[in-house]
């Protein structure tokens, strides 16, 4: 299929043919779910922690004798019946990150690239180059239409337009190797540079 291919001042520049086997496939929100799953999971800190009876601060010594006070019995006010006693089965430090196959990581990133071009989301431009001053690149995005945005490039982003980039809401620009399903989706347009789709299609067949 063929896209038209733009410049940042809105000027056409030709177009570019997009595979089928990236760009046309019916979108599979199971697919898509299983990536962005193991992408959240994988960033996870999984820092939580509680003490367990073993670790809190309290005495060992028995907190009252065994018979005669008309209560329970008990040893030690560490047990998780008592206020501020340790916590039974509590959360401990761990990842939760989980194993999922390079194949369907690959087919997440083509189905949510598809997703994105069957809902008219995706932008092909010339280039993603910028003297690096904000101000500048901040009309063309604003007379582009532009809002919650991500570019992705070529094998590397030009440091100019990084930097004129890093200081404009809701635009966030990638190299080819960084595009994940992830980012890709919580984005309402997806800007393509011609050398990020020829990185892209190199990396996905």
């Given amino acids: 299929m063929k896209l038209d291919v733009i410049k940042l001042d809105g000027a056409t520049a030709g177009s570019v043919e997009l595979g089928d086997e990236i760009f046309g496939l019916e979108p599979r929100a199971d697919i898509l779910h299983r990536v962005v799953r193991w992408q959240r999971n994988k960033a996870q800190a999984g820092t939580h922690s ?11 010594k028995k907190i009252y004798r065994q018979k005669g006070t008309g209560g329970a019995r008990h040893g030690s006010r560490k047990a998780p019946i008592f206020r501020s006693g340790g916590i039974y089965k509590g959360p401990t430090p761990r990842s939760h990150a989980h194993e999922l196959p390079k194949k369907v990581r690959a087919l997440g990133l083509k189905h949510a ?70 980012d890709i989706l919580r984005r309402d347009t997806l800007v393509l540079t011609k050398a990020g789709v020829e990185a892209l299609e190199a990396r996905l067949k």
């Avoid at 003490?51 to 309290?58: C, D, I, N, Q, T």
């Avoid at 994105?116 to 431009?125: A, V």
């Fill in 50 to 60: 509680t003490l367990g009876r073993s670790e809190v601060s309290y005495s060992t």
């Fill in 113 to 182: 690239l598809s997703a994105k071009m069957k809902e008219g989301s995706l932008i092909i431009i010339e280039s993603a180059e910028s003297d690096g001053k904000t101000g500048a690149l901040a009309k063309q995005i604003k007379s582009l239409g532009w809002k919650r945005t991500l570019i992705i490039d070529g094998a590397a982003v030009n440091e100019g337009f990084a930097k004129a980039a890093a200081n404009i809401e809701g635009l966030d620009i990638l190299p080819s190797m960084g595009a994940n399903v992830y």
